[in-house]
């Protein structure tokens, strides 16, 4: 599971501090150094620690905390509610347009579990929320991830909108929409293409989807294995399409969790859903206030 190192450390520290019938400058000093330590090992950006021990030191050591009868317990209470504020506040939810179909766009890198997240989108969307959706291959630069999403199609027993690999992606998007308006789908979800970089004609393609599909919502899909790498591609991505969320995968991987923790802060777009596994069921919407809860026990 992501987060373990993260949360047996800062659990630890969370200890030392609970039961403290006062809480001096000090204590607050060495917490905040033990979390600022724990964070950068867990690969949290660096600017984001900063600010982020900034704010915990200024509550932790103010008169509400210091004032309170118990104020170890309201020192972990800054901490948590930080944390969850680092990593969005508020659980977000998906759009439902006006006018059905919602559209929905994944972009990401290959390889980071675009199509994958599409068949468990979907998936969750008709479980949860008692849609129809409709899938669209619009990967056309790689007949295996066509094949991969009529597959996944046939597992869910959902239709799949596919030309195969000669028609253009911003016409297959297109003429999906208008199917998906004759077969009353109310959801379509778009697999576009992924490089193993961030690049121009990719991101060209992908703008061009954008400005004639108008979708409703663009997930980012990023691997939270990858570390600093999952933060500075979503900038870049967010920067370019101005996405509206982000599905973080490989959460039940060993990952020290960093990039979770930093996306929302540097890009300002939530984490909208997180992978915990490669079968259709395992996508969880994210939960920042469970999430932090876990992490500090
Ligand atoms: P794409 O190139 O972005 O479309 O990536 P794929 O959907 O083909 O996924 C790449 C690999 O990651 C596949 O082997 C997936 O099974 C795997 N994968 C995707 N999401 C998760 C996840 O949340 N957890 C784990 N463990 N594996 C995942």
């Known amino acids: 599971m992501a987060f373990e190192g993260l949360a047996d450390r800062l659990q630890g520290t969370m200890k030392k501090i609970t039961g403290k019938g006062k809480v001096s400058e000090q204590d607050v000093k060495e917490m905040t150094r033990e979390v600022r ?28 905390v210091m004032e309170s009868l118990t104020p170890g317990q309201q020192v972990i209470k800054v901490v ?31 390889g980071a579990g675009k199509t994958t997240t599409t068949g468990k989108l979907a998936n969750h969307l008709r479980k949860n929320h008692n849609r129809s959706p409709l899938l669209v291959a619009c990967d056309i630069y790689r007949p295996a991830a066509i094949k991969q999403l009529e597959t996944l199609g046939t597992q869910l027993d959902m239709p799949v909108f596919s030309k195969g690999t000669e028609a253009n992606p911003v016409d297959i ?3 999906a929409i208008e199917q998906a308006k004759a077969e009353h789908n109310d959801y379509v979800i778009i697999d576009t293409a992924g490089r193993l970089h961030v ?22 899909v990023v691997d939270a294995m990858t570390g600093q790498d999952a933060v500075n591609v979503a900038e870049s991505f967010n920067e370019q399409l101005d996405i509206s969320g982000v599905v973080l995968t490989k959460l039940d991987g060993d990952t020290r969790g960093g990039a979770a923790l930093s ?6 777009k939530p984490i909208k859903f997180a992978g915990m596994g490669e079968k259709l069921d395992e996508l969880e919407a994210f939960h920042p206030e469970r999430m932090a809860s876990r992490i500090l026990g």
Request: proline residues 2%; aromatic residues 2%; charged residues 35%.
């Open 263 to 268: 996306i929302k802060a540097v890009t300002d």
């Open 173 to 175: 998007a297109s003429e």
């Open 199 to 220: 690049d121009t004609d990719l991101m060209d393609e992908l703008e061009q989807i954008k400005s004639t599909v108008k979708p409703d919502e663009i997930f980012l």
């Open 37 to 64: 330590l724990a964070l950068l090992e867990a690969d949290v950006n660096f600017k984001v620690v900063k600010d982020l021990i900034k704010r915990i030191k200024e509550r932790a050591t103010g008169q509400e």
């Open 80 to 110: 948590k509610e930080e944390l969850t504020e680092l990593m969005g506040g508020e659980q977000s939810k998906i759009a439902v347009a006006d006018r059905s179909p919602t559209v929905i766009m994944m972009v990401g890198l290959q």
